[in-house]
């Protein structure tokens, strides 16, 4: 037993009512992984509880505490000692709380002092194997205090000192970290890549499809359309180092093109710990990933690479580009819109963004620029342009440039096409390859195995099934994917595509080229499209950058809302009233209009009768020249106050349509030919004249709706 020091005996600090409350041992294990390889805190136990004999403590009201048994079964958060002294045993039932060092009881400054302030309300006593302590005594909580600022630095020290000697370690590149797929680790520290030719087929192949693809989910979708797995090595556990082939996933993909290992360099310290992110119920959270010349450790072609350093930096800067923000283009989707990411806007200098309205179930496309109306709350956008025109222009120039490459392009993409093919063969024969084994691993299984052991033998002839079976399958999809894989070229076949590589339009207006695939052309030779807008009228300068840094620019007509923002706006009207003057009617004016070149604001080849009828009120023309009707026969001419619809509707300015619906609804008074073709004639004097103009100057719907305060004023209805 340990011998009691001179200050603790009867008349020390440790009295009869320290003696009738519990004695809290603490022990400082927070892993299973201490409890089985750190053992020395568990043979010091021991000597912790002949302690408490000591002091005269019986055994059955010592107490063990550690931080092992305070884990959350449902949190898995690891609580201190003093944490679980609080909420699980309380300070009020303790009378002595003993440990190796007092200061370890809590991992903090504020847990230590809270802890004083608790024992010290309580009349609980603290003892290590220096000594006893009281808290509610000055010189002992004087002691304590300073016991503990020394243990938080000695702390500190300790976490700076194995920091600084892990920094220097990794740069030196003798830190060993996980590796990802594809690389193994020898016995003797050094790493090489997976000696299994499937996980290198399937790495290499990731990273070339991801260049022509240039998308993560488009390489995600080719994995899983042909039926592509990942060789994982397990890093823990019993099976530690065996290869597992698992589903691919879009996370493991994204941290696959990230790694910097692929390219042979060693780096450590790519992200940092935020410790406003971090979730106290899941250790690894809060970790933010750094910029490249912010890592603490990169030491260039120390692995052996997969990819070069260049691929690894333009497969960077493509995930980089393909994320949806405003400053980066993004990556190419399904829409309409043909130069989507590409477009910026000539006044501001900002990319423009693409936005969809819907006409007639068709999505319309428009390019935006609202970066104004977004940060700083301006009334209205810099600038919006019908996608349309800017599309035609860039296909236009897009396909000038294309037409001299034509042949050699197509002639590269069937030769691509087979060599990837190539590649999926190769993958392909290794899963047979693979599958083979596995079946022939099994049967020997069972043919080494003594037939009389049934319940054995039974078990390893099941396995020996299912690996023939799925062997089995796997030819099958070989031969599905041999028939519906092209074939290598013939001299006749190269011809024919050279011939048809002539045709640049009509393959770009394929059905077979889908709106992705004009995209990633269109972006492989175009840098950006810079358009501008003169004023608010239907004239744009639009400039295409090419990805060489040549420029080319046009002039293009965009849609607008009315008529006067057009720039030949005076010309028309001036135009208007030179021919209604002339005594032409509206459709005469649309006729002439058509043919001397002016167009409507919407984009339409042809200004409408309807509309020039509209502008000839507006600016107070003549209503033009009346056709002549048929004549009518004896008898049948208009009376006095009599009109023909068309000349009513001339006098009236308004369309003949109309005054038959007028008429439909009672609203004028007619009569019909008796012969044929039984027109109808309307009666007005002047006075009928003043209302039906009355009527015509009202909005739309005046007689179809009724008023508020009519329906307010209505008489309700007595019946349910």
């Not at 052996?304 to 350093?309: D, F, G, K, M, T």
Request: proline share 5%; charged share 25%; with cysteine.
């Amino acid at each position: 037993m340990t011998a009691v020091l001179p200050w603790e005996r009867a008349d020390s600090k440790v009295c009869d009512r320290h003696l009738q409350r519990l004695a809290a041992v603490y022990v400082r294990q927070s892993t299973r992984r201490q409890l089985l390889n750190h053992q020395e805190s568990t043979r010091l136990q021991y000597a912790l509880k002949d302690r408490a004999d000591a002091l005269g403590w019986e055994a059955d009201r010592v107490l063990v505490i550690d931080d092992d048994q305070g884990m959350s079964a449902t949190t898995a958060v690891a609580r201190t000692g003093f944490q679980r002294l609080v909420t699980e045993i309380g300070l009020d039932h303790v009378g002595l709380v003993l440990g190796i060092e007092m200061s370890r009881l809590a991992r903090s400054g504020k847990d230590w002092y809270q802890l004083i302030e608790l024992c010290a309300l309580s009349g609980a006593v603290l003892a290590d194997l220096d000594g006893v302590y009281d808290p509610a005594d000055y010189n002992d909580r004087l002691v304590l205090g300073l016991k503990g600022t020394i243990s938080e630095a000695e702390l500190h020290l300790i976490k700076q000192r194995m920091w600084n000697g892990r920094i220097n370690k990794a740069r030196r590149g003798e830190l060993a970290f996980p590796l990802p797929s594809g690389y193994v680790r020898r016995l003797s520290g050094e790493v090489v890549l997976d000696p299994d030719e499937q996980v290198q087929t399937v790495i290499r192949l990731l990273f070339a499809q991801f260049e022509r693809l240039g998308t993560l989910h488009g390489v995600l979708r080719y994995f899983v359309g042909h039926d592509i797995r990942l060789g994982i090595r397990l890093r823990e556990g019993p099976d530690k180092g065996t290869l597992e082939w698992r589903r691919p996933n879009r996370m493991t993909l994204q941290t696959l093109l990230h790694n910097p290992a692929y390219a042979g360099i060693n780096a450590y310290g790519r992200r940092r710990v935020d410790p406003r992110r971090k979730d106290p119920a899941r250790p690894s959270t809060g970790r933010v990933v750094r910029a490249r010349d912010e890592w603490l450790v990169m030491i260039p072609d120390v692995l052996p690479a997969y990819i070069s350093v260049a691929q690894f930096e333009a497969n960077e800067a493509k995930l980089a580009a393909n994320r949806a923000r405003a400053e980066t283009m993004g990556a190419v989707r399904g829409g309409p819109a043909l130069a989507a990411g590409l477009v910026f806007c000539g006044r501001c200098h900002r990319r423009m963004i693409v936005r969809y309205h819907t006409q007639h179930s068709r999505a319309l496309p428009e390019y935006v620029c609202s970066r104004e109306v977004t940060n700083y709350g301006a009334a209205r956008t810099c600038q919006l342009i019908n996608a349309a025109c800017v599309d035609a222009f860039v296909e236009q120039h897009v396909l000038a440039a294309l037409t001299p490459a034509a042949v050699e392009v197509s002639l590269r993409a069937a030769d691509q096409v087979l060599a990837e093919r190539a590649e999926l063969e190769t993958l392909w024969s290794q899963k047979l390859e693979r599958a083979e084994y596995e079946a022939d691993r099994a049967r020997r299984c069972y043919h080494l195995a003594e037939l009389e052991n049934r319940l054995v033998v039974r078990q390893l002839e099941k396995e020996w099934e299912t690996a023939l079976a799925a062997q089995q399958k796997l030819h099958e999809d070989h031969e599905r994917f041999t028939r519906t894989s092209p074939r290598a070229l013939t001299p006749a076949e190269r011809q024919t595509i050279t011939a048809l590589a002539g045709d640049i339009n009509g393959l770009w207006q394929a059905r077979t080229t889908t709106v992705t695939d004009r995209k990633e052309i269109v972006r492989a030779i175009v840098d950006k499209v810079v358009v501008t807008v003169a004023g608010t009228s239907e004239r744009v300068r639009a400039t295409v950058v090419w990805a060489g840094g040549a420029c080319t620019s046009g002039d293009l007509v965009r849609p607008v809302q009315r008529l006067d923002q057009l720039s030949y706006y005076p010309q028309l009207t001036a135009r208007i009233r030179e021919l209604a003057g002339q005594g032409i009617g509206a459709s005469g004016i649309a006729d002439r209009l058509e043919t001397e070149g002016y167009r409507p604001a919407k984009g339409r080849k042809r200004i409408t009768a309807p509309t020039i009828r509209t502008l000839m009120h507006r600016l107070g023309c003549p209503a033009g020249r009346v056709h002549r009707h048929r004549p009518a026969p004896d008898g049948e001419e208009p009376g006095p106050d009599e009109w023909w619809l068309k000349h009513l509707a001339a006098e009236l300015d308004m369309t003949t349509a109309t005054l038959y619906a007028w008429n439909n609804r009672g609203w004028i008074t007619t009569r019909r030919e008796s012969c044929w073709p039984h027109r109808l004639i309307a009666h007005a004097d002047q006075q009928e004249l003043a209302e039906l103009r009355k009527r015509r100057t009202r909005p739309p719907g005046w007689y179809s709706r009724r008023l508020w305060h009519k329906i307010d004023d209505a008489p309700t209805d007595p019946t349910p």
